[in-house]
């Protein structure tokens, strides 16, 4: 019986070694699955012709807002740079074209998950438009190819917060600054609202900002028929929104 036993013990840790075995070899390999999984999750490819062509505003849009989500839930698109940039010296065919505050906390292709050749941007203190930008919002509309043009304001803006408590930028030998905040004063005068007028008062400071972004679109319109003729024939979209900072979410407004 001894000897039996002792040949059991003998056969069972053979067994048991060598399935120990198999499943150490067999843990590189669901690595190397798992990795490759990952690979095919990296984004190459870039907007095309095609891709843009068959796109409506509305689409474009969409498309924005549940980028945006990705953003909010930190589920971003994994992206090869290096293989999107070497494609995009073909050609460029944004989709949009974003006009959005200089502030350094919002980061505008972040923020919509998207990658190298997807929008155009444009950065201006404010979001406020003027000659030059309405230029680069014609280039990318007209002779680009982009469908969806958004002034993006966001919470907390600085320049907006200080127009509101009436900086003098002037007494500061700070002129430029002086003649930018003087194009969002307007947004303040329209600005319907009773109570605590201050950036104190984030509701009222954060309205001001949602207004000014609304009043820049407005703009746009005016300043560029260009631009006002292909919205009114569908082939473009105007709109405005609002990023928040705190949540990421950017709200979009029915100008």
Known sequence: MKKITLQLVAISAVLFSTSCQETKKSEPIAQESQQELVEEKVVESIMTAEDQA???P???VGRLKKGNENFMNNNLTQRDHSAQRRKAMIGQYPKAIVLSCVDSRVPVED???LGIGDIFVARVAGNIENADIVG???FATAVAGS???IVMGHTACGAVKSTIDEVDAKSLGMNALADLLDEIEPAIKETKFEGDRTTKNIEYTDLVINNNAMRTVKNIRQQSPTMAKMEDDGK???VSALYDME???????KD
Do not use: P
Request: charged residues 20%.
């Open 54 to 56: 068959g796109m409506t």
């Open 247 to 253: 949540t990421g979410k950017v709200t979009f407004n």
């Open 236 to 238: 473009i979209m105007i």
């Open 111 to 113: 923020v919509f998950d």
């Open 136 to 138: 680069s919002m014609e």
């Open 147 to 149: 469908k969806v043009v």
């Open 58 to 60: 509305g689409e474009i």
